[in-house]
């Protein structure tokens, strides 16, 4: 079992930037790949990135890609996404998901948190 927490979602105007946290606890965190989701209110969870085990390896959305970058601790067990030139049509719940590399890019993830809220004003 592994647990993920999310933190560092808030308010923030559009062009500013935020860092999420997603903590991991229990099983052996650096044995999985790692992804970033988000969820509009009204619309299907999307994809943002993800990240292997080692970090070597990162994958984006093409709506985020060259704004958001995605990172991993694997001592401290957290992985980041820093959020910057961020838009209106960035709100959302963004989740973090433990799971295989290859499978998170079609939302399918083994753990999930219950995920922090972003909020983007114009």
């Known amino acids: 079992q592994l647990q993920l927490v999310e933190s560092g979602g808030g308010l923030v105007q559009a062009g500013g930037s935020l860092r999420l946290s997603c903590a991991a606890s229990g099983r052996t965190f650096s044995n999985y790949a790692m992804g970033w989701f988000r969820q509009a209110p009204g619309k299907e969870r999307e994809f943002v990135a993800r990240?292997?085990?080692?970090?070597?390896?990162?994958y984006y959305a093409d709506s985020v890609k060259g704004r958001f970058t995605i990172s991993r601790d694997n001592a401290k067990k957290t992985v980041y996404l820093q959020m910057n030139s961020l838009k209106p049509e960035d709100t959302a719940v963004y989740s973090c998901a433990a799971g295989a590399f290859r499978e998170l890019v079609n939302g399918r993830g083994d753990y999930w948190g219950q995920g922090t809220q972003v909020t983007v004003s114009s």
């Open positions: 990240i292997t085990w080692s970090g070597g390896n990162t």
